[in-house]
């Protein structure tokens, strides 16, 4: 990706060819269309001894020539055709993602997860896992079929300087959609208190502060407009999901550490919970580590 935070040029869309497929083919469209850009479709036929004893066997289509792949993928692109490069390959498919996106200089990357079977969010979040851990492309989970660009994003926030940077990529690649800023916040110490409910009252009001210093400080992209500051007391992702579904909005924008979606294995990962009970597109922007 490049380093600042531009349009970008270069998107890439990492497919499986399977059910999921057709959501996220749809957005990389209209991502296309929208930016002007190139779209580098990537298949990756991972070998069979790579895959789980136990994982459904997906690739029923295993013996198909990836030459007769590309030619049923140009015909589902149709005109779009002579604007996307089609690449089949094999091998992991982690790597091969993160390897493409570097040589072609994507700004991008869009992977599909439409279902939501308890295989699928667990083959998702260790695709991505693995993804995360060696990419600094910012990367779009699509759930939702597409209906023009996005019209309303929240970006959950921990005011933290990753946070911020992810803010900038984010309104830069999509600055059409109402932003609203959320913060969740915990107040652990609650429990011990006398009354609880000033104790967390106190904790809101500080939280309110603290959002509206940060949102201040952020650099307002001109088409953003004035977003919407949100302070919620509860757990981050369950606090996420529950207002995102309120609100009704189709994007969510959230930092991912390079340590991984699986990085705090006792506490749980927000963005790996998140992504269980999101039903909207999700773009990831991978921490950037000094």
């Known amino acids: 990706m490049t ?21 996220a083919l749809e957005r990389a469209l209209q991502i296309r269309e929208a930016w002007n850009a190139q779209l580098v479709i990537l298949h990756v036929r991972e070998p069979e001894e790579d895959l789980a ?7 029923l289509r295993e013996e198909e020539p990836l030459q007769e792949i590309r030619r049923r993928l140009r015909l589902e692109l149709g005109d779009q055709a002579d604007h996307v490069e089609i690449l089949l390959e094999e091998g992991d498919a982690a790597k091969r993602i993160d390897e493409t996106a570097e040589a072609a200089a994507c700004d991008l990357i869009v992977v599909g997860a439409a279902r939501r079977t308890p295989y699928s969010l667990l083959e ?3 695709t991505l896992d693995r993804v995360l851990r060696r990419t600094v ?5 699509v759930r ?4 023009g660009a996005f019209r309303q994003a929240v970006f959950a926030t921990d005011m933290s300087e990753a946070s911020a940077a992810s803010h900038a990529v984010a309104v830069s690649m999509f600055p059409e959609p109402v932003y609203a800023y959320l913060y969740a916040f915990d107040a652990p110490l609650a429990g011990l208190v006398e ?15 603290e959002l509206e210093a ?7 992209h001109r088409d953003a407009g004035t977003p919407a500051l949100v302070t919620k007391y509860g757990a981050p992702a369950r606090t996420l999901c529950e207002h995102v579904a309120l ?20 506490l749980g990962s927000v963005v790996k919970d998140a992504l269980e009970c999101l039903t909207s597109d999700v773009l990831l922007v991978p921490e950037r580590q000094p």
């Open 3 to 23: 380093s600042s935070a531009t349009t970008p040029r270069r998107v890439l869309l990492a497919t499986d060819l399977g059910p999921d497929g057709d959501r």
């Open 144 to 147: 939702g079929r597409t209906r």
């Open 214 to 220: 940060f949102a201040m400080a952020l650099p307002v």
């Open 124 to 126: 998702l979040g260790e």
């Open 53 to 59: 004893p136990d994982a459904p066997r997906r690739w």
């Open 137 to 141: 492309t910012p990367v779009l989970v």
């Open 247 to 266: 609100v009704g909005a189709d994007l969510v924008v959230m930092t991912a550490s390079s340590r991984g979606l699986f990085a705090e294995l006792l």
């Open 195 to 209: 009354d609880r409910g000033e104790f967390t009252a106190d904790a809101a009001r500080a939280a309110e502060k």
